[in-house]
């Protein structure tokens, strides 16, 4: 028998989507990439946006119709957007060919639900409330690959910010304990891998709720010490990003040296009105603290435009701290309403072509920037580790810097997984072409 995973939204969907194929993995089923020849197919699904929940709903429609061609093909949707029960209630009143619906708290169970259905032979809609979920450790895992590895270390958000689902979706924060996480890494370590990134809405809250006192930067130290490697984090809120987390980065030098700082707005007006808890100067202040440390670094972030209530001044704010804080890479958004939110009752909200011609400004500014630091970065040698042949041009190889920068050369497949010095020799806006250092090009 075989299964096919489709996967919507972040880097937590991406691991919970390999924890999925591990469950099936061990009900008998071998993944495969082709869906026409799936005996299961799962939709592991996001709800930060509008558009992507009408994504899914799309997508259930085709398959819909296909399983009406293959009566035995099982359809299971599950993830934040089936959290939301009345979005699960929908699916399942809307759409009665999907079998299997489930939500973020009881992805553990799947293998079971999966039982169920087959010997029932009829749909289940399994949702559990946000309330008292529990964190199910030693769950298997069907890795996407062998080089980089996710790991969870804290589940949920306290944060309720005006514009977000994901508290509601993913319920309040809940820390691993650092023994398990630890073992987690050990294993991959063991196995391979080459670079770890750890998992959380909000990682710099890790710790809180464990019977030991622990901080993500003790964290940090603690997992550096277990070998030579890659390590990054997902994501960073910038209010809880302190002193002592610094210091534990530049005590730990296999942390990479790349920071995603979501901004959301440069206007201190807004970040209130979003319920962000920092303002714009102390936003800076942070970025140059950054920057003071760590002259080398690479900085993200991502921006949300259109945001109700946002004038052309509180837009114009964010211009500027884009152009101050001059960073490598970051991720637009147009604002999109979420039911159940504070902000999707707010007055004011921004008509689209508004949106549409603030987007478009803030694109051309954020693209000139990553431009421009891309160019600087032409002439110099950077260590990059390969993840095999580029996906837009399978002639060359692909790999990132320390600062998540991809980086196109020549050089043969088995490079993959090592670490080889790359002489920067083209820069371009999402991208940097160069030749091995001593080779040809």
Not at 66 to 94: D, F, N, W
Not at 244 to 267: K, M, T, W, Y
Not at 340 to 348: F, K, V
Request: hydrophobic content about 35%.
């Amino acid at each position: 028998m075989l299964y096919h995973i489709e996967i919507w939204g972040c880097q937590m969907n991406e691991h919970d989507a390999e924890i999925l194929g591990g469950l099936i993995e061990r009900e008998g089923y071998v993944r495969t990439d082709d869906p026409s020849r799936a005996d299961l197919i799962c939709l592991y699904t996001c709800c930060v946006r509008e558009k992507a929940e009408a994504k899914v709903l799309g997508r259930i429609g085709q398959l819909r119709r296909e399983k009406k061609e293959r009566p035995g093909l099982i359809l299971a949707v599950g993830g934040c957007m089936t959290q939301q029960k009345q979005v699960a209630r929908y699916i399942s009143t809307h759409f009665k060919g999907v079998d299997i619906i489930f939500g973020t708290h009881n992805l553990h169970r799947f293998g079971e639900m999966l039982s169920q259905v087959r010997q029932d032979n009829r749909a289940l809609l399994e949702v559990w409330d946000n309330e008292g979920a529990e964190i199910a450790e030693n769950l298997p895992a069907a890795r996407s690959g062998t080089i980089k590895g996710y790991v969870n270390i804290i589940y949920g958000c306290n944060n309720f910010c005006s514009y977000c689902i994901v508290p509601y979706v993913r319920g309040r924060e809940r820390s691993r304990e650092p023994d398990e996480i630890e073992a987690e890494v050990r294993d991959l370590l063991d196995k391979g891998y080459q670079e770890i990134m750890l998992l959380g809405q909000n990682v710099n809250s890790y710790g809180r709720g464990l019977s030991r006192e622990i901080t993500f930067g003790g964290l940090l130290r603690r997992l550096d010490r277990l070998g030579t490697y890659r390590l990054r984090y997902m994501t960073s809120h910038p209010r809880d990003f302190n002193e002592e987390l610094l210091e534990a980065i530049r005590e730990s030098p296999n942390v990479c040296r790349q920071f995603h700082l979501p901004l959301q707005s440069g206007s201190t007006r807004i970040l209130k009105e979003m319920r962000r808890g920092y303002t714009q100067e102390s936003y800076l202040a942070l970025i140059r603290r950054i920057y003071e440390l760590f002259p080398e670094a690479s900085l993200s972030t991502d921006i949300i435009v259109g945001f109700p209530g946002e004038t052309e001044e509180d837009f114009e704010e964010t211009l500027e701290v884009v152009e101050k804080a001059r960073f490598d890479q970051a991720f637009t958004f147009l604002y999109s309403p979420r039911e159940g939110t504070p902000a999707a009752e707010m007055e004011d909200q921004v008509p689209e072509e508004v949106k549409a011609d603030r987007f478009a400004r803030l694109l051309d500014l954020q693209n000139r920037i990553s431009l421009s630091k891309n160019q600087a970065m032409t002439g110099q040698v950077y260590e990059v580790l390969v993840e095999g042949p580029s996906r837009s041009n399978g002639s060359v190889m692909a790999g990132r810097t320390e600062g998540n920068k991809v980086v196109n050369f020549p050089g043969p497949e088995e490079l993959t997984g090592q670490l080889v010095p790359v002489e920067i020799t083209e820069a371009k806006t999402w991208s940097l072409y160069g030749r091995i250092r001593g080779g040809k090009a």
